[in-house]
């Protein structure tokens, strides 16, 4: 296991269309996340999922954004009709449930650079 | 409403030196404090969390609820503590909320 993987590493995309962003948590995590992070920002929560359930949703994910873990495993972030603003770096991260060593914080991902142009 | 705020984009000193990051929070809760840096060309990690107290690479920060705040100090700065740092506050739910972050250079 090397960790929590992101696929693409960059994506450039012509606004209006749709992209599809991949994670990969730590196996053992049954907690993961999506956080975005822009130029001089911090990262902002977007959504998170306990096992397949997504259990909290950010106001910051419009309709146009959905996620989903199918199978508990690997997570899925998708944009639809990509907007200028929605150029960013988005950032996985996983971790351990309550009570199973959460409070030992996120493992991150490297992050997929999104450009729209 | 809960918020993190680093009012320092920008931190230089020198080699040997103390180093001080600040960050002040809000939050109605009670609340847990961790420290996330990030080096160059490298992902986010932890650094350390306000509840096990500990020192990492020589860092501690320790959590101040008169003040809301929880500096991480440093007492000698080496050339590779230059990073970019980010504080954060965990809300129920295993959420976090990151302040804007500090890039620390330290001068040789």
């Known amino acids: 296991d090397t960790g929590v993987s992101q696929n693409p590493r960059h994506k450039i995309t012509k606004r209006g269309q749709n992209v599809t962003f991949r994670c990969d948590p730590i196996?053992?995590?049954?907690?993961l996340y999506w956080y975005r992070q822009t130029l001089g920002q911090g990262p902002e929560f977007l959504t998170y999922?306990?096992?397949?359930?997504?259990?909290?949703k950010s106001r910051l994910l419009s309709d146009r954004f959905s996620a989903e873990r199918p199978k508990g495993s690997f997570s899925t972030l998708e944009i639809q009709r990509t907007e200028q603003g929605d150029s960013a770096m988005y950032l996985c991260?996983?971790?351990?449930?309550?009570?199973?060593?959460?409070?030992?914080?996120?493992?991150f991902g490297s992050g997929t650079r999104l450009t729209v142009v | 409403a809960q918020r993190v705020t680093q009012p320092e984009k920008l931190l230089s000193v020198f080699k040997g030196a103390p180093v001080e990051l600040k960050c002040n929070y809000s939050y109605s809760g009670s609340p847990e404090l961790f420290w996330y840096v990030q080096y160059s060309r490298q992902r986010l990690q932890l650094l350390l969390r306000?509840?096990s107290r500990e020192s990492i690479k020589g860092f501690t920060a320790d959590l101040n609820k008169g003040e809301t705040s929880f500096h991480l100090k440093k007492p000698f700065a080496q050339e590779e503590d230059s990073a970019m740092y980010y504080c954060a506050l965990r809300k129920t739910g295993n959420q976090f909320y990151f302040g804007t972050g500090t890039s620390l250079t330290v001068i040789p």
């Open positions: 306000h509840i």
């Open positions: 991260a996983s971790s351990l449930g309550a009570g199973q060593g959460s409070n030992y914080g996120y493992t």
């Open positions: 196996s053992e995590h049954n907690r």
């Open positions: 999922f306990q096992n397949e359930a997504q259990l909290e």
